[in-house]
């Protein structure tokens, strides 16, 4: 299970009989002896990722074995079989907006609340 807040990608795997479970893809070069995921008591891995905007392969590693995250945003074939997929979107800007308050012809000064 992948989930995207901002540019930090957060993935859930739920394994709760391995002893070891690492996160490879695009991302580190499929390194496998890169950083284990960090166990939950009630038997998830986790693991949360700053990417930039792109899309990204990857698998879980678990006990030297292989899986794919069907729960991710699809799956494309890669370097050992079916490889799960995450987007991670380019931010948008909020565009600023202009506050046009209205002014008293009179005396200049800013009316409050009109717009």
Request: proline share 4%; net charge neutral; glycine share 10%.
């Amino acid at each position: 299970m992948v989930s995207i807040r901002g540019s930090k990608a957060y993935f859930r795997f739920y394994r709760p009989g391995a002893q070891s479970v690492r996160l490879a893809g695009d991302f580190n070069h499929w390194d496998t002896e890169g950083p284990t995921m960090t166990r939950t008591e009630d038997g998830w891995w986790v693991a949360a990722v700053h990417l930039a905007p792109g899309t990204y392969r990857f698998q879980y590693l678990a006990d030297g074995e292989w899986f794919s995250d069907y729960a991710a945003f699809g799956l494309q074939h890669g370097p050992h079989g079916w490889v799960s997929v995450v987007q991670v979107e380019a931010r948008r800007r909020e565009p600023q907006q202009e506050a046009a308050a209205a002014v008293c012809t009179a005396c200049g000064a800013e009316l409050a609340g009109v717009r």
